[in-house]
Each structure stands twice: as C-alpha cells, then as structure tokens.
C-alpha cells in the first residue's frame, strides 16, 4: 500500500426495469423536456457478495421513488441520492460538456457542506449525478455517472498501517458497533460517528455529534475515541471513493482537529461491518491551512465513472433482448424447437431451418398454410408471389387473410407478407405482385416487355432462395418455375389438391451438364433419379382455364385437405434439410418403419425417411408413398429443355408458351409418342408387378 491515500472509484449497475420505468415516465411525463432534473435514489444491498474491488451502485425501477423506504425504519440497503438529465439525441449528451455538467449539478455537495445541512442529513454527500440518452426504438441506453467530489483535496498519509476492526476493538466493542450499524436507517448508513465512552463501551451516533466533540464544544460530551465512518462499497484496500467527501465536510467544519491531529476513520464493510478497516490519516503540514482549505472548495469537481473498458466514458445498456417485443417474442417463438432439440432430438440443426430463404409461388389457400408451418419451424424469410387480389370468399379457407384485406382488395402477395409481419415483427417478409408466364396462355406483341420483367424477376427470386414451393392454382403456372428449379439445382416442394386427394412431391437433383438416363434397377432411387411434377406427362401443359365452368376453373377442395397438404409439404422439406445427404437422399417407399428392410436404413435420416411423392386421400384416409422416376423426356426438366431455356432465355419462354407441341418436340416426347410398340409398351408398364418388369426395355425407352 502506497505511504499516501489514494481512494477507490465506484461503479454503476442499471438494472432493465430501471430503464423500462425511465422509458414509461418520458413517454408520459417528460416527453421532450431535456432540462428538466430527476431526482432518483441507488442502493447499495449489503447482502451481495464482494467479490470485485467494487460493489456496485444499483439503480432499479425504485429509484425513481420520492422516498424508497420508510424513514424510521432499519434496511438491508444503503441509499444514495441522484439527480438525472435526459437528452433527446444522441449528438446533445455528446455535446455535453462533462465538467460543465458536473460543476452544474454537482455544486449541491459543496452547499451542503457549507451550510451545516450535510452534518444533519449525512446523505446529500452522497450525491451521484446520471447524465443519459435513452434510444426507446432500439431499446439502447447511454449513459455516464459521476459523483462529484471537490478535486484539491489535502494530500494525506497513512499514520499508521490500515486495522482490521478486530484489531482495533475487543470483541464486545466490535459486537455493539455491528449493533448500532444495523439499526441505523438506510439513509444515515453512509456516514455517522462511532464514539468511544470514558467506560469504553461504542456509541454510534451522528456526524453532527462527533464533529462537536472534536472541536470541543461546551454542550458536547467528552469521549475518549472519536471515529469518523463510511459504508465502503470498495473491498479494496485502499478506502472507497465516499471518503472524500466525509473528509471534505471535517476540513470545513473541525479543521483544527484536521490539520493537527490523526483523522480516525472506519470503513464499514460487510453486511454486519464484520469486515471493517480502520484508517488513521494524517493531513500534510502545510504553511497556510486557510488557503489550503479555501482551496479545496472553490476547486474543480471531479468523480466520473470509467466505462466497462477501463476509461473515462459512458457505457451502453442494451436491452433489446429484454424489452423489445420483437425480441421478447422471438424468443418465445423458438421455445418449442428448443425443447424439441433439447429432450428429442439433440442433434437436430435449427439454424439450417431458421436460416432458410423460402419463396412461396402462390398466396393461396396452400400458400397461407405453408407459410403458417414455416413460421412454426422457425424460419424467418419468407417471400410470396402472386399476382391475384384478396376476395371474400378468400377469408375463411386461406388464413392469412382479413375480412378487411377483401374490403380493400389487397393483393394476395402483399397481404400475406403483411399478415406475417403481424405474427411475427422482426422476420424478413416480402411480397412480388407478379404474373408467371404459362403454356398455352399465348403472349402477344404488347405482352413481351411485361413478360421479360416477370421472367428476369421471377429468375432472381429463384436465384436468391434456398427452397421453392409450388402452391400455383394451375398445373401450368408450375411450368416455369420447375425449368429454373432444374437450372439452377433449387429445391423444389410441390404441392396440390383435388377435391379429397392431395399430392406432395420433391423434385430431384439434375446435373445438366452430363446427359444420362435414371437407373430403374435401383428401388430406393437418390435425388438424382426422382422425377419432378412433370415427368408422368406425355403431353406438354396447356391452358386448363379455356372452356371451363367456374367450378372446373377454380380448385375445390375439402377444407381440411390444404393444411394436410401443407403440412406434409413443410415436413418434407425439413426431413430433408436433417438428412445426411439433404436432397440427394434415397427415395422412401414403406408405408411404415417394419416395412423397411435393414438394407434400407440409410434412408431414414435424423427425422426419419425421405419420400419423393406423398399421395393422399380423404375418402379412406390413406396415404401412399409412390416414387416418379426422373423422365428424359421431360417438358419441364430434362436437358434439351433445361438447355435451351439457358440458351435462349425469353424468346424460349414465348415459343413454350405460343408455339404448340414445342416442347414435346423439345424434350424427344413426341418422337417417344410415334413408337410403333408404345401401346405394347404402356401395356406391359400397366399388367406387369415390379418383379416382372422388363426393366432393360424400359431402358431402351428415350
């Protein structure tokens, strides 16, 4: 320890509520007022461990009390007084002149050391000063703490080395000031006097009556010992930052007894001061005492905190997590996969879920579910496409969607993202008004800049997703986006509805680069042998709204059918996304797990098997799972048709769409149709059993 005393700062806590009551009474109170002084209280809890140099100063939703404890009664705490300012940006509490600021505020100190109120109300030399910015959007807090303290103050020494108070008392003594400590009131807790009777027995009593003692005032008792002490909040072994301001109102009030004799002070540590240490401090003769201590109050404040990096600064509380909805909800949102993960599945992937980018083509009754599952799953990036408008007859099937979304005629697309970020703030959610370019719906002249926009916007959204889901009306709007999902390797979740049945099916990989043909031998096929929507045609897609009645033009379905659907679709994805080989997994036949062979383990992954085709019926509430063997003929994704949409953009787009039979003479389709055994062929594929299944003319087919 240094000869001369140096003193220990002290440390600021906020705790959330703090901030949460701060944050409710500028709302409702002080509004833009950022003048107006709040006066606050802290507290220090003599239960907390002292485990650091400094016990930190605590400041909670009580501290804007008028008065946080009944003033005759004893506390667990002792209480500091504050005052605050608030500024409205974050440019004014930079500008902020710290010394300006502290000299301002801080001179109350100074006052009450002069004036004698200090000697009665030992509190008010306790003052700490909070100077704030509080950013109530992002729930970001700064703010900087001082507790002033006049700067030029003496130079002292140690006159003898630091006591414990074991040493300093017999037992008895030490007893009856752990006594008197407790039952003082948490206001007179931060100084008082410990005085030793001509029996020896301690008193603790006031400052007041320990400062008359010493300079030997006729209506003061006469002691033996006089003892100045503090509640120390530093645990180190040098005193605590409080000191100096008991030691400013002693030079003020009893400077002879300062300068000319050993000052006793006890640093009251612990909850009962069982942990006290006793200074004895002498002041350095000086020639002049006067002007020493004239000195010392017409000098500089000083006294602000260091931040949590060491230097002097204000500190940041960010409390987003704590009192931001968004974040208090996602948070709450999650809690199921959590406990998913934690007693079911530990070694389940979550953040290769919730970072999914998903685009939903089609804001439907499928899109609404769809995206509803996701939500439960955790992802948070979600983009819809759609080009029609909510209607009324909208509302009860599709649950996106609000009586007054059909009011106003909302588009699908940005109604559904609107709705999302309804449910959940703080996702990423979009919605594309767009018309997706079809077969057999013929693009005239005045059409082709408007298709060259969707078909550049519809490329880039694809482009940009990790997963495309296919929730269209029409077989034919799937065409498209099933050539740019083979393109560009996506995958692609499929889904659709009859009247009781529904089917949901992942397309496979495709290599584009490397011509080949599926091997039929294999009965689990991996991703690259599956078939998309597509590859059970024999004829390209065409306009399947030409000539229909209402109810041929729109799907009907049994209302339940969508969520079914939906929920196996977003269960696909997932069992996919856990597997060890992803979409590359082998294709699921068995109905249940006795029905896999032990030579088929490998399917199942982390959630269990990856179907490629889920087919469903509500008529005898059965499911199958069928597999759909990639197709070299293909009109959506095999190679001649994937090729030429790379080679030829826009203008094959139009001839798909206006040219008819081109893509069956596209992808070989219609020359595999002009084979003089096909009925002979198709027949065998109809009568014959897996098992006599002649798979080498199979192969022979193109």
């Keep these: 320890m240094s000869k001369f005393v140096k003193f220990t700062k002290l440390r600021t806590s906020t705790d959330h509520t703090f901030w949460a009551k701060f944050a409710e009474l500028k709302i409702d109170k002080l509004k833009l007022d950022e003048k107006a002084v709040i006066n606050i209280w802290g507290s220090y809890s003599r239960q907390s461990p002292n485990e650091a140099n400094v016990n930190p100063l605590v400041l909670d939703f009580t501290s804007f009390n008028k008065d946080p404890v009944d003033a005759t009664l004893p506390t667990s705490s002792i209480y500091y007084c504050g005052k605050m300012i608030n500024k409205n940006t974050l440019e004014a509490f930079k500008q902020t002149n710290p010394e300006v600021f502290i000299e301002s505020l801080g001179k109350d100190v100074i006052e009450s050391i002069k004036d004698g109120s200090s000697l009665k109300e030992p509190w008010r030399l306790s003052l700490f000063l909070l100077l704030a910015y509080s950013d109530l959007k992002k729930y970001k807090f700064y703010y900087w703490v001082a507790h002033p303290t006049p700067l030029k103050l003496p130079e002292m020494y140690y006159e003898e080395s630091p006591k414990s108070i074991d040493e300093e008392f017999t037992s008895i003594q030490s007893e009856d000031l752990s006594k008197g400590f407790l039952q003082l009131h948490g206001r007179s807790m931060n100084y008082f006097t410990v005085l030793i009777s001509c029996e020896n027995n301690i008193i603790v009593s006031d400052v007041e009556t320990g400062v008359n003692s010493v300079e030997g005032k006729k209506e003061s008792q006469e002691y033996n010992e006089v003892y100045f002490a503090f509640y120390d909040p530093c645990t180190s072994s040098e005193p605590g930052w409080p000191l100096r301001n008991l030691l400013s109102l002693l030079l003020w009030h009893c400077p002879m007894h300062c300068f000319t004799k050993v000052i006793k002070v006890i640093s009251i540590r612990g909850n009962k001061a069982q942990r006290s240490i006793v200074y004895k401090l002498r002041v350095k003769q000086y020639e002049n005492t006067n002007e020493i201590r004239d000195s010392l ?62 685009l939903l083509l089609g804001a439907g009754t499928l899109g609404c579910a769809v995206a509803r599952v996701l939500l439960g799953w955790g992802v948070s990036n979600i983009t819809f496409v759609d080009n029609s408008n909510v209607s009324h007859s909208n509302t009860v099937r599709q649950s996106l969607y609000s009586h007054q979304d059909a009011v106003e005629h909302k588009f699908k697309a940005l109604a559904a993202r609107d709705a999302l970020l309804n449910i959940r703030p703080n996702m990423t959610a979009e919605g594309v008004v767009l018309h997706i370019p079809m077969p057999g719906h013929v693009l005239g002249k005045g059409m082709m800049e408007s298709t060259q926009e969707s078909l550049a916007k519809l490329e880039e959204l694809v482009e940009s997703s990790d997963v495309v889901f296919f929730l269209l009306d029409s077989r034919e709007a799937r065409w498209l986006p099933t050539v740019l999902c083979a393109a560009m390797n996506k995958i692609a979740i499929n889904a659709a509805l009859g009247f009781d049945s529904f089917t949901v099916q992942r397309h496979g990989t495709r290599n584009t680069t490397i011509p080949s043909s599926p091997d039929l031998d294999v009965k689990n096929p991996d991703g690259p042998d599956l078939g998309c929507y597509f590859c059970n045609d024999v004829t390209q897609p065409g306009n399947s709204q030409t000539d229909r009645t209402l109810d041929q033009q729109c799907t009907v379905s049994r209302p339940g059918l969508s ?57 005898n509430y059965e499911m199958q799972l069928t597999i759909t063997h990639r197709f070299t003929c293909c009109t959506a994704c095999s190679l001649p048709v994937v090729t030429e949409y790379k080679n030829r953009g826009l ?18 389709l219609e020359h595999l149709l002009k084979r003089p055994d096909l009925d002979e062929l198709c027949y065998t594929l109809d009568n014959l059993s897996d098992d006599d299944c002649d798979v080498d003319q199979l192969k022979d087919a193109p």
């Excluded at 000098?299 to 500190?315: A, F, I, Q, R």
């Excluded at 797990?593 to 269990?608: F, H, M």
Aim: aromatic share 4%.
């Design 297 to 358: 109050f017409n000098s500089h404040l000083v006294g602000w905190e260091s931040n949590t990096n060491g230097k002097l600064g204000p500190n940041i509380a960010d409390l987003s997590d704590t009192m931001d909805p968004t974040r208090l909800s996602d948070r709450a949102i999650n809690l199921n996969l959590k406990l998913m993960k934690w007693r079911l599945v530990p070694n389940l992937d979550l953040e290769k879920i919730s970072s999914l980018k998903c």
């Design 563 to 619: 969520q079914i659907a939906a929920g196996l679709a977003v269960e696909l994805l997932v069992s996919v996304l856990q597997h060890p080989k992803g979409i590359e997994a082998g294709a699921l036949m068995g109905n249940n797990r006795e029905t896999i062979n032990s030579s088929d383990a490998e399917l199942a992954g982390l959630l269990g098997g990856v179907p490629h085709t889920i087919r469903g019926s509500l008529w």
């Design 651 to 668: 203008s094959f787009v139009v001839d798909a769409c206006n040219v008819p039979n081109y893509l069956e003479k596209l992808s070989g």
